[in-house]
């Protein structure tokens, strides 16, 4: 059985940084490549950013780009995801997901994060 779980998140003022943790059991986790997405209420979930299986390709959209790093550590089966210089607009729930042969696939429960003005 496939598990996600998330962590990291919390409330941080505008400017400061929180690193999310997402450590995944159940399935060989260097095979396949990771993601970070995140949702507010009443809005589609967005795509933040994604990792390959190996770490060496990764991409971030547009909003976070030069403020997040995604990361990966194989031997710990986790997924991180570094946050800073963090804006209001960040605010959301964070979950990653497993890219299960092209397919978003087992999701965690996610993490709140919450950014003040």
């Known amino acids: 059985q496939v598990q996600v779980v998330e962590s990291g998140g919390g409330l941080v003022q505008a400017g400061g940084s929180l690193r999310l943790s997402c450590t995944v059991s159940?399935?060989?986790?260097?095979?396949?490549?990771m993601g970070w997405f995140r949702q507010v209420p009443g809005k589609e979930r967005e795509g933040v950013s994604c990792?390959?299986?190996?770490?060496?390709?990764?991409y971030y959209a547009d909003s976070v780009k030069g403020r997040f790093t995604i990361s990966r550590d194989n031997a710990k089966t986790t997924l991180y995801l570094q946050m800073n210089s963090l804006k209001p607009e960040d605010t959301a729930m964070y979950y990653c997901?497993?890219?299960?042969?092209?397919?978003?696939?087992?999701w965690g429960q996610g993490t709140q994060v919450t950014v003040s003005s």
């Open positions: 159940g399935l060989t986790f260097d095979n396949y490549g």
């Open positions: 990792i390959g299986w190996s770490g060496s390709i990764t």
């Open positions: 997901a497993v890219d299960f042969r092209g397919i978003w696939d087992y």
